[in-house]
């Protein structure tokens, strides 16, 4: 069955570190791949997303991720995280095919200490 | 531009009961999905209107809940009758289709997290 797995589902790290989320996906043929946030009391929003070319996908406030075909993964980036960055985030997969019904993970909280 | 909105905001109830959530799309976005999560665990796909047609359904739990979408707009989902297990935060998404690249964004209304008693 198709899944995507996030490695870690709390991180806790101290402004101005360094951030490195994990995603794995399991799915054949071509995929459309998503990171997206949800901040505190917010709608889930798109950080960014890989369709095609560039596997270096840079999104808003400073996020990357990174697309490795062969590892079937889709890591999320962040050089110098912010206390601003606290929120839970989802790493998603779709197909050009089927509807582009979402696979998501689980989730990854992130608390940023000031 | 409004963005997809969803109500109630939360809804309460006993087992037993009805529910109805409804989603307001993006206007002129003809793909319609449904999500649910339930506490801890992933955001799942429930089902996928194109315009007023069922495309997917493949994720509705069971026969207790029914998606409408008159007219291609606005999508209903009842819950019928509800159980505790189906508590949880249901969430719409919209997409437009035929465009490059726009087909496969979703943009996401905020939830209706239900909680049943």
């Known amino acids: 069955a198709q899944s995507v797995s996030q490695h870690n589902h709390h991180v806790i790290l101290s402004e101005a570190a360094s951030l490195e989320l994990g995603c794995n996906y399991s799915?054949?043929?071509?995929?459309?791949l998503f990171w997206y946030v949800q901040y505190p009391g917010q709608h889930l929003q798109l950080l960014l997303k890989?369709?095609?070319?560039?596997?270096l996908v840079k999104g808003i406030k400073g996020f990357e991720a990174e697309f490795i075909k062969s590892k079937f993964s889709f890591n999320l980036r962040k050089p110098s995280v912010q206390w601003s960055d606290t929120a839970e985030y989802f790493c998603?997969?779709?197909?050009?095919?089927?509807?582009?019904?979402?696979?998501f993970g689980a989730g990854t909280r992130l608390f940023v200490k000031a | 531009e409004a963005g997809v909105t969803q109500f109630p905001s939360h809804s309460v109830i006993e087992k037993g009961q009805t529910v109805t959530l409804r989603c307001d799309p993006i206007?002129?976005?003809?793909?319609l999905y449904w999500y649910r999560r339930v506490m801890g665990k992933e955001i799942k796909f429930l089902l996928h209107?194109?315009?007023?047609?069922?495309?997917?359904e493949s994720g509705m739990p069971n026969n207790r809940f029914l998606a409408e979408r008159t007219g291609g707009t606005y999508s209903t989902l009842k819950v019928q009758p509800a159980e505790l297990e189906d508590s949880g935060v249901y969430f719409c998404?919209?997409?437009?289709?035929?465009?490059?690249?726009?087909?496969?964004?979703?943009?996401f209304g905020p939830g209706t997290r239900l909680t049943v008693l």
């Open positions: 998404a919209s997409s437009q289709i035929g465009t490059s690249g726009g087909a496969y964004e979703q943009f």
């Open positions: 799915y054949g043929g071509t995929v459309n």
């Open positions: 890989y369709f095609s070319g560039d596997p």
């Open positions: 998603a997969v779709n197909r050009n095919t089927g509807g582009f019904k979402t696979i």
């Open positions: 206007s002129g976005h003809d793909n």
């Open positions: 209107f194109v315009k007023e047609s069922k495309q997917d």
